[in-house]
């Protein structure tokens, strides 16, 4: 009996170049989330989450999408507490942000956020007369009921 030698063949040379190619043509592709704050008049102080960002104009990048507590401040403005959304595009949601975020192509999510500040009026008689407005709204409201008659 002649013994026979099987030999298992080898791998192809191009198969590893092509696996490199693969991997830096998928590689490639990159997501980009970015947050655009604006404000009327322009150079309020921002904070996103309790971190300071900036003043606005400002942009920054961000990881997630869903809501994010605002606040806004300028001197001699009213300070501006709220809310921002940043809403999923369809292109980054599952099943597709898989698939987005292995192509070879660029996108940018971009969320814009706009806010108008109200200036302060620093009229005294506008601040007596809110006043005086407020004491007689607690007043009316804390005035003793009239008493119910009694039922036997």
Excluded: K
Aim: contains cysteine.
């Amino acid at each position: 009996m002649i013994a026979t030698r099987r030999t298992i063949p080898e791998m192809p040379r191009r198969l590893p170049v092509f696996g490199l190619i693969l991997l830096v043509v998928f590689a490639s592709g990159c997501v980009r989330r970015t947050i655009t704050i604006t404000s009327e008049p322009p150079g309020a102080l921002v904070w996103v989450n309790d971190r300071e960002i900036g003043r606005t104009p400002v942009d920054f990048d961000f990881l997630y999408y869903g809501r994010y507590d605002v606040r806004l401040e300028l001197d001699g403005h009213e300070p501006q507490m709220t809310l921002g959304e940043a809403r999923v595009p369809l292109w980054d949601s599952i099943p597709f942000d898989f698939v987005m975020e292995l192509a070879p192509v660029d996108l940018h999510s971009r969320v814009h956020w706009h806010f108008d500040l109200e200036a302060i009026t620093d009229d005294r008689e506008s601040l007596v007369q809110r006043a005086r407005s407020l004491r007689s709204r607690i007043d009316s409201e804390t005035a003793a009921p009239e008493s119910a008659p009694d039922v036997d």
